[in-house]
């Protein structure tokens, strides 16, 4: 199967920053899209920021000018750089891959456990 791990969540002020990782594993014969969307309790999984195989990028409005994603094809990784923290942007932030397992399989999406990210004086 595949595996998605990410690193890098923790307590930062307001103005702050911090920088998620996500690294892919198992049987992965090719990946579409990565991204990161993120929870609070009782509210929906949004989007936060997703990157194409190529390197096109979208982001949150909420996000964008404070945001930044990339990605590393040959290590699999995707990262989340993200600067000017507010604490509205405290939630679980999970990786997302879209991950073909063979040649001939269909590309599904895959899930990491999550890291909380908490923005707080």
């Known amino acids: 199967q595949v595996q998605l791990v990410e690193s890098g969540g923790g307590l930062v002020q307001p103005g702050g920053s911090l920088r998620l990782s996500c690294a892919a594993s198992?049987?992965?014969?090719?990946?579409?899209?990565m991204g990161w969307y993120r929870q609070n309790p009782g509210k929906q999984r949004e989007l936060v920021a997703v990157i194409s195989k190529g390197g096109s990028t979208d982001f949150a409005d909420s996000v964008k000018g404070r945001f930044t994603i990339s990605r590393d094809n040959a290590k699999n990784t995707v990262s989340l750089q993200m600067d000017s923290l507010k604490p509205e942007d405290t939630a679980v932030y999970y990786c997302?891959?879209?991950?073909?397992?063979?040649?001939?399989?269909?590309?599904?999406?895959?899930w990491g456990q999550g890291t909380q990210v908490t923005v707080s004086s």
């Open positions: 198992g049987s992965i014969f090719s990946i579409n899209a």
């Open positions: 997302n891959a879209a991950v073909k397992t063979s040649l001939v399989a269909t590309f599904r999406a895959f």
